[in-house]
Nanobody, 121 residues
């Protein structure tokens, strides 16, 4: 049974930092691309960042470029999202996902339950 468990969310002031983690089990982690998506209240789920199986190829949505960094440790079956210079508009539930490399949710077969990130102004 595949499980993706996010952690590291919380409340932070604007300009602060958080590091999200996604621990995977029940799948061959190194065979999957991984992604982070987020969903704010009343909005659709949107792409944040993705990383290929080896960690050598990454892609970000424009609004987080230069502030967020996605990475993975295949030995630990874990993916990370380092979020710096956080803004109130980054407030959302953040989801990790495992699947094929890309920016749209249908490419990802497995999803975590999400972790709340709240940025106060």
């Amino acid at each position: 049974q595949v499980q993706l468990v996010e952690s590291g969310g919380g409340l932070v002031q604007a300009g602060g930092s958080l590091r999200l983690s996604c621990a995977a089990s029940g799948l061959t982690f190194s065979s999957y691309a991984m992604g982070w998506f987020r969903q704010a209240p009343g909005k659709e789920r949107e792409f944040v960042a993705t990383i290929n199986w080896s960690g050598r190829i990454t892609r970000y949505t424009d609004s987080v470029k230069g502030r967020f960094t996605i990475s993975r440790d295949n030995a630990k079956n874990t993916m990370y999202l380092q979020m710096n210079s956080l803004k109130p508009e980054d407030t959302a539930v953040y989801y990790c996902a495992a699947g094929n490399y890309g920016v749209v949710p249908p490419l990802y077969a497995y999803w975590g339950q999400g972790t709340q990130v709240t940025v106060s102004s």
